[in-house]
């Protein structure tokens, strides 16, 4: 249980940490020096100060992925992509593997064939449309003669 409530505590100061450092940032971009150097100045303090809570990126991404994603549901996470943007990436592509979205459905599925596009209970309801057009097209170009 005590374990539990340390883990609860790390959360709470790395999230405390996270907003206090977003608030704070537009204050340390100074735009008439460095430009986009110093935004990434910026947003590598913003790691650093963070991973000084606790030094695993993976966690503290994680963490800020569920507040900002789930529990505020922020709409501007700049910061933390910016910040913790290469860890983010890397767990979004362990996490989905070979899965593509299906654009008919969007429901996630692994792909099984060379070209596949689709899911394939959608690949085959646009085999059969394309059959019946096809039967149609050939009916009526076989009218018209």
Same mark, same amino acid.
């Given at each position: 249980? %005590? &374990? =539990?409530?340390?883990?609860?505590?790390? *959360?709470?100061?790395? %999230?405390?940490?996270?907003?206090?450092?977003? @608030? &704070?940032?537009?204050?340390?971009? *100074? $735009?008439?020096?460095?430009?986009?150097?110093?935004?990434?100045?910026?947003?590598?303090? %913003?790691? =650093? =100060?963070?991973?000084? %809570? +606790?030094?695993?990126?993976?966690?503290?991404?994680?963490?800020?992925?569920? +507040?900002?994603?789930?529990? @505020?549901?922020? &709409?501007?996470?700049?910061?933390?992509?910016?910040?913790?943007?290469?860890?983010?990436?890397?767990?979004?592509?362990? *996490? !989905?593997?070979?899965?593509? !979205?299906?654009?008919? /459905?969007?429901?996630?599925?692994?792909?099984?064939?060379?070209?596949?596009? @689709?899911?394939?209970? /959608?690949?085959?309801?646009?085999?059969? =449309?394309?059959?019946?057009?096809? $039967?149609? &097209?050939? @009916?009526?170009?076989?009218?018209? $003669?």
């Amino acid at each position: 249980m %005590i &374990k =539990e409530l340390d883990m609860v505590h790390l *959360n709470l100061r790395i %999230i405390t940490k996270y907003e206090e450092l977003d @608030k &704070k940032k537009r204050f340390m971009i *100074n $735009k008439s020096h460095g430009g986009s150097e110093n935004y990434n100045y910026v947003y590598q303090y %913003i790691r =650093e =100060e963070i991973l000084t %809570i +606790y030094n695993n990126p993976q966690y503290v991404a994680n963490v800020l992925v569920e +507040y900002l994603y789930g529990i @505020k549901n922020a &709409k501007n996470k700049t910061t933390l992509w910016n910040s913790f943007g290469d860890v983010l990436v890397a767990n979004l592509k362990k *996490n !989905l593997g070979d899965s593509i !979205l299906c654009p008919d /459905c969007n429901v996630r599925f692994e792909v099984t064939k060379q070209r596949q596009a @689709k899911c394939l209970s /959608c690949q085959e309801n646009t085999k059969k =449309e394309k059959a019946k057009a096809r $039967k149609v &097209k050939f @009916k009526n170009k076989k009218m018209t $003669k």
